[in-house]
Antibody, heavy 123, light 112 residues
């Protein structure tokens, strides 16, 4: 069974960089068609797609966040990371990592999600 | 960006009764390959979202057959044939036709 687990600081100061890592188990990280994504949910609100990364390092990012987001993979550790720079209170949210399957245009859905990690931006 | 609009915002339902949620997109989600890139998720209280229906009408692995999805183009519906207590939570639709991927605002399904 594919499992994902987020990790990282729960508190980040305004203007600093939020950094999270997601560790994947139960599937080959480099398997064709598996993309590794991030979605966030501000308290009491809906879901916002941040982006995803392929095992070869290709990234697909939400244009609204693209200027502040960096995503990367570490295939030796079976994990991938999110960095969000210049954070403000508006970036306070639960951050989920998730597996996104796209096999030649078939599926294109987030099948498995981590439990999420709450990140608060505050001084 | 493709805007996803769900209705109703809140849906009180009696256990054993059917329920239906609507999702409309600002652009057609029907690809030239015949797939509608529309998915449904359920976020149970205190949990992460789980995939229920993908590509408009395909049930995800392990999802009970009381859940069904239908629709094409810009209008989609999620139906629950007989609500069970474990089905409470917020339902989201999501489009995966084009970037950025976008979600509906959610429908809060609760027990009446």
């Amino acid at each position: 069974q594919l499992q994902l687990q987020e990790s990282g600081p729960g508190l980040v100061k305004p203007s600093e960089t939020l950094s999270l890592t997601c560790t994947v188990s139960g599937v080959s990280f480099t398997r064709h068609g598996y993309y590794w994504g991030w979605i966030r949910q501000p308290p009491g609100r809906g879901l916002e797609w941040i982006g995803f990364v392929y095992y070869n390092g290709d990234t697909y990012l939400n244009p609204s966040l693209k200027s502040r987001v960096t995503m990367s993979v570490d295939t030796s550790k079976n994990d991938f990371s999110l960095k969000l720079s210049s954070v403000t209170a508006a970036d306070t949210a639960v951050y989920y990592c998730a597996e996104y399957y796209d096999n030649d245009d078939y599926h294109r859905a987030f099948d498995f999600w981590g439990r999420g990690t709450m990140v608060t931006v505050s001084s | 960006d493709i805007v996803m609009t769900q209705s109703p915002l809140s849906l009180p339902v009696t256990p054993g009764e059917p329920a239906s949620i609507s999702c409309r997109s600002s652009q057609s989600l029907l690809h030239s390959n015949g797939y509608n890139y529309l998915h449904w998720y359920l976020q149970k209280p205190g949990q992460s979202p789980q995939l229920l229906i993908y590509l408009g009408s395909y049930r995800a692995s392990g999802v009970p057959d009381r859940f069904s999805g239908s629709g094409s183009g810009t209008d989609f519906t999620l139906k629950i044939s007989r609500l069970e207590a474990e089905d409470v939570g917020v339902y989201y639709c999501m489009q995966a036709l084009q970037s950025p991927l976008t979600f509906g605002g959610g429908t809060n399904m609760e027990i009446k």
